[in-house]
């Protein structure tokens, strides 16, 4: 190459310039790089090596060049030079490096993630960045549905599964892939959801398993950049984005946003025997949290931890995600791990972490939702005091309350009230704000719904690891057999368990989050840790032999009720309600009676809690039954809500109506009829609730809303 010029360091990565193309990448330790350019993904050598003089091309921590003349498609690594960190690891210029900052990857066909490893050199076997078009995303064509926190229901799904199986109804050539699933998106807007939660689809390493399986999920990333490869319809990897892109604007056209599963807080190169792929051989004291020794501090489970308190670890997650939004158009993120970014010197927790102050302060990423696990794998769990105020988190306590008290456990009946009320127990006292909970029953790590019914125990052998991996505390119940049945008492229960925990979800106040397949009756055979597993086993069920249809249509219809009647079921504000008894103690155990309403606003929608009798709730650890009915003012109820985990039926006593009541939901009854579309009035002063189930009354003012 004739011209070599100085280039910028910014913006970072590869970018196209007025001459060619301009790289910079931060390498604040180096004491020399190489630039590689290469004639494909697949050659064995480069073509051109480009030295980059430390007094020419590099400003600060950043090194950088530009090169008149070069085009999209061209496909590029470096080498990096320096002194070797305490520990042993750092710089290993024998390895080409991929940059932290490429929008596309190429070389799948010839990489080797064991060459990445000890010291001779991989270049014959390695994966190249590919410089790539930075185009904003056409919002004025395809506008952000910006669905509001209180009407938001999301759907997890992984993008691979979603479509795999042949009877997807998917064009074989679109199977597992972006394509595949804007194929399926009018049956996501048929079952009443308005968010797809995408597992990892920033490229990830397939190699990073035990030998004989891929890494399927996607939680070893490669690059925090480029689209997986694996999700491509075709080998260009220049399509990859532009297929990111078609599946957001068919997303955003139907009403749909999308939010992707993000993982920062480590990376696919493990420890420090792990492979020398992009970040560690850059910046690796920078990028990875250490001792003074060089040994990794591990909070992620995966060998490393990033860390992202350090500026140049910071400035690269921020790019990443202004990259993903406004590049190619997303609608937010859900941070694996993402309490871990919250971690300092030493991975000491910080009130005000760096990453998230900039992360709400930029205006650029203000319009996005976010969302947070609150947990790592230290030990660190923090829900009401996360550190960052406009990200929502999931809540483990709702599913595991939930699931508690439909199993029949013993002091499991406060804290499902406190779930349905928006957890103040959790929050200070007050209810959790919308979009501050996210409420689950099941994730793509843990039972499918229907296993959850299904199994009292993981069945994990499959995964090559004896059992011992996947989460051994599922708070789950067989109801008397291991697995499938032709029991059909069992198998009744079942559904009406499946039947009592998805109206729970979704008549508790917050933004749930529905896992693939649950509405159908998907199974995993008792597999609660499907990551290494790319087959039907963890594939979405399509066929009508497979399908719980009866299912789907109660789940279809109980989100139109969700919908309907937010003011009642999850309002802005959550409703008024009497001052709570303290919840049950050794010191209490006779169960207190709720005191008389004092409201400030008597004309204002409010809730009432009940036992079997009204005003009556029996909060003792031996209880299994619950009630409450949100009041419209002093009208009387417009809604009442009665749950029975107890193993006999129970009677309850229904409250004055603000209009006559309607039966809306009962669990106990067949298919078709526990969410009929025709309302059956009801006029006794009570109703009957069989073991194990739920009914739902409604005013008949407020039915007259419904359209089902």
């Known amino acids: 190459m004739s011209t070599i010029l100085r280039g910028r360091p910014w913006p970072l990565g590869s970018s196209l310039s007025e001459l060619g193309v301009n790289f910079s990448v931060a390498a604040p330790a180096a004491n020399r790089v190489e630039l590689l350019l290469f004639e494909s993904g697949e050659a064995a050598s480069p073509c051109e090596v480009i030295d980059l003089e430390g007094d020419r091309h590099r400003s600060g921590d950043y090194w950088h060049v530009e090169l008149p003349g070069l085009q999209a498609g061209c496909c590029y690594g470096y080498r990096v030079f320096g002194a070797l960190a305490p520990g042993g690891h750092g710089f290993h210029p024998g390895k080409v490096l991929l940059d932290p900052c490429a929008r596309a990857i190429d070389g799948w066909s010839v990489y080797e993630r064991g060459a990445a490893t000890g010291a001779s050199p991989n270049t014959d076997c390695c994966l190249k ?50 394509l595949g699933v804007i194929d399926k998106i009018p049956y996501l807007k048929s079952l009443g959801v308005t968010t797809i939660e995408l597992l990892p689809v920033q490229a990830f390493d ?37 297929q990111m892109r078609a599946l957001v604007a068919a997303c955003h056209d139907a009403g749909l946003e999308v939010l992707l599963d993000v993982v920062y807080n480590h990376t696919t190169e493990g420890n ?132 508690s008290f439909w199993k029949g456990d013993d002091d499991s009946t406060w804290a499902l009230a406190q779930r349905l009320r928006s957890s103040p127990d959790l929050y200070d006292g007050k209810a959790a704000s919308l979009g501050r909970s996210i409420n689950l029953l099941t994730a793509h790590d843990g039972f499918t719904l229907l296993d959850l019914v299904s199994f009292n125990g ?80 963890s594939w979405m069920i399509w066929s009508e032999t497979h399908c719980d249809k009866a299912l789907l249509t109660y789940a279809q219809r109980l989100l139109k009720v969700r919908s309907q009647l937010a003011e009642l079921i999850n309002p802005l504000v959550a409703h008024s309600e009497p001052p709570p008894p303290p919840a049950p103690s050794a010191d209490t155990p006779e169960t207190p009676e709720s005191p008389e309403p004092r409201l400030s606003e008597p004309e204002g929608l409010w809730r009432q809690w009940h036992g079997v009798e009204l005003n ?93």
Not at 224 to 235: E, M
Not at 366 to 388: I, Q, T
Not at 623 to 633: D, F, I, P, T
């Open 129 to 178: 960045g590919v410089v790539c078009e930075r185009n904003r995303f056409d919002f004025d064509a395809h506008p952000r549905p910006r669905h509001s926190w209180q009407n938001t229901v999301v759907y997890e799904l992984h993008v691979g599964g979603f479509t795999k199986a042949e009877d997807s109804g998917v064009a074989a050539e679109h199977r597992g892939s972006l």
């Open 272 to 403: 420090s025997q792990g492979p020398t792929l992009s970040w560690r051989g850059f910046a690796d004291r920078t990028y990875y949290h250490q001792n003074d020794k060089g040994q990794y501090l591990d909070v992620s489970g995966c060998g490393n931890s990033i860390a992202a308190h350090q500026p140049i670890s910071r400035e690269l997650i921020l790019e990443s995600l202004r990259c993903w939004a406004l590049e190619l158009g997303v609608d937010g993120f859900r941070f694996d791990l993402g309490i871990a970014l919250s971690r300092g010197e030493g991975l000491k927790p910080l009130d005000k972490p760096a990453l998230f102050e900039a992360m709400e302060a930029d205006p650029l990423l203000s319009e996005l939702k976010l969302v947070s696990e609150p947990w790592d794998c230290g030990g660190l769990y923090r829900l009401n005091d996360f550190p960052a105020q406009r990200i929502g988190t999931w809540n483990g306590r709702f599913r595991d309350a939930l699931r």
């Open 206 to 242: 397939p190699q990073d398993a035990p030998p004989g399986r891929d890494n399927v999920w996607g939680y070893s990333p490669l690059s925090w950049f480029a689209p997986h490869q694996g999700y491509v319809c075709g080998d260009d990897p220049l399509l990859a984005r532009d």
């Open 458 to 537: 993981k069945h994990n052998l499959a995964n090559g690891e004896d059992n011992r991996d996947g989460e051994n505390h599922n708070t789950s119940w067989n109801h008397g057999v291991e697995g499938p049945t032709s029991d059909p008492a069992i198998r009744a229960l079942r559904k009406r368990q499946q039947r009592n925990l998805l109206t729970t979800l979704l008549f508790a106040r917050g933004v749930p989050m529905l896992l693939m397949g649950d509405e159908v009756g998907r199974s995993q055979g008792g597999n609660n840790n499907t990551w290494c597993q790319d087959t039907p086993l």
């Open 616 to 708: 009556k709730p029996d909060w003792a650890s031996w209880s299994h039954c619950l009630a409450y009915s949100v009041q419209r003012g002093s009208e009387g109820a417009a809604l009442w809500i009665g749950f029975n985990a107890y193993f006999k039926a129970m009677h309850f006593d229904l409250p004055e109506p603000s209009s006559p009541w309607c039966r809306l939901i009962d669990t106990a009854l067949t298919a078709g009829e526990d969410l009929p579309t025709a309302l059956e009035p009801w006029s006794p002063k009570g109703v009957p609730l069989e073991a194990r189930s739920l009914v739902v009354m409604v005013a008949r003012d407020e039915a007259a809303k419904l359209k089902l």
